[in-house]
C-alpha cells in the first residue's frame, strides 16, 4: 500500500510558531543602559559609569555585578562593542540569571588599581558600591555581589576580590592579563608599570595578584573565580589562566577554567562574559550554562 507524501507544511507550522514563542521570551524582557556621572573624591573628578538596570527592578535586594573594560577602553566598551545590554535582557528573560544591576566604571589605563593619582581600586570600594546599592538596591552584601572584567579588566577584577573577599562572592577573569611573572614584550602593561619611561618589574610584581595571594588564603571567606581564554591569545593569556587555575586548586578555592578557540577579542569575551554570568548565579557542584 503506498504511503501518502508527508506534509511538510504541518511540521513547519509548529516548528515556526516554536520560534516565535523563544522569540519572544528573549525579546520581551529589555534592560536600560544608563550614563551617570558620579562625583568622586577618590579620582577628583566627575566619574563616567555606564548602569545597566533591569526592566524588572522592584526587587529591594537584586544582585549588583561590576564590569570593568580592558586597557585602552573605557566605561561605554561593554555597551557598545560587548553589546552587553542585549546578553542580559537574553539571560534575564531565559532565567539564566536573575534581574541584576550592572555597574561598568571608567578605569582609564590604571589596571584598577590605586596608582599615583588614579586612585580607581578606592572610587569602586568607597563611592561606587555604595552608590549602586543606595540607588539601585543591589548587591547589598557579598552574598549579591560580583565582580568581572576582561584583559585589564580581569587583572583588576582579580586583585579587587582577593583584596576584598569579604565583599564578593565570585569574580570573573575574561582573558586576564595576569601575566606571571613579567607582561610579555607586546603588551601595553610595560608602558603603564614604568619609572623614567623604562618598564619596572619591581612595580609589577608588588602589584601582581601573587602578591595578594597569602593574606587572601589566611582569611576565611572564599571567592569563586571563572576564568576563561582563547587558545590563540596574542599575549598567551591561556597559560597565565592556566596557572592562575592551579594555585586555586592547589588550595581548594572553587574556580573553573575555560580555553576555547579564540584570540584576544571580543569575539571571545562577548561569548565567555555569559558563561561567567551563568556561573554566578549556579551552584559550584554544577556545571555552568555556555
Not at 576582561?150 to 577573569?173: Q, R
Not at 588564603?217 to 596574542?234: C, L, M, T, W
Not at 591561556?238 to 569575539?267: F, Q, Y
Amino acid at each position: 500500500m503506498r504511503q501518502k507524501p508527508r506534509n511538510p507544511l504541518r511540521h513547519f507550522s509548529w516548528r515556526a510558531v516554536l520560534c516565535v514563542i523563544a522569540l519572544q521570551a528573549c525579546t520581551a524582557f529589555a534592560g536600560e543602559i544608563r550614563h551617570i556621572e558620579l562625583p568622586s573624591k577618590a579620582l577628583a573628578r566627575n566619574w563616567n559609569v555606564n548602569v545597566y538596570v533591569p526592566d524588572d527592578n522592584t526587587s529591594k535586594d537584586m544582585p549588583l555585578i561590576i564590569l570593568l573594560h580592558g586597557r585602552g577602553g573605557n566605561y561605554n566598551d561593554w555597551a557598545t562593542a560587548g553589546d552587553i545590554q542585549t546578553t542580559l535582557d537574553q539571560m534575564i528573560a531565559t532565567k539564566q540569571m536573575p534581574p541584576s544591576v550592572v555597574v561598568m566604571p571608567d578605569g582609564f589605563n590604571c589596571w584598577f588599581l590605586d596608582m599615583r593619582d588614579c586612585k580607581v581600586e578606592t572610587a569602586i570600594m568607597r563611592e561606587l558600591i555604595p552608590h549602586a546599592t543606595k540607588t539601585y538596591n543591589a548587591g547589598k552584601d557579598r552574598s549579591t555581589r560580583y565582580i568581572a572584567g576582561l584583559s585589564m579588566g580581569g587583572y583588576g577584577a582579580l586583585n579587587i576580590s582577593l583584596k576584598y573577599p569579604g565583599e564578593f562572592s565570585a569574580a570573573g577573569l575574561l582573558s586576564p592579563a595576569v601575566y606571571t611573572p613579567l607582561p610579555p614584550a607586546n603588551s601595553s602593561a610595560r608602558k603603564d608599570f614604568a619609572t623614567h619611561g623604562q618598564f619596572d618589574e619591581k612595580e609589577w610584581i608588588a602589584n601582581l595578584y601573587t602578591s595578594r595571594l597569602p593574606t587572601y588564603f589566611a582569611q576565611p571567606n572564599r571567592v569563586k573565580f571563572y576564568i576563561h581564554s582563547g587558545d590563540d591569545d596574542e599575549f598567551f593569556v591561556e597559560n597565565d589562566a592556566t596557572r592562575l587555575h592551579n594555585v586555586m586548586r592547589k588550595h581548594h578555592n572553587p574556580a573553573e577554567l575555560r580555553i576555547n578557540n579564540g584570540k584576544h577579542s571580543w569575539d571571545v569575551w562577548k561569548a565567555s562574559v555569559r558563561g561567567a554570568l551563568s556561573y554566578f548565579f549556579t551552584d559550584t557542584k554544577k556545571e555552568p550554562d555556555h
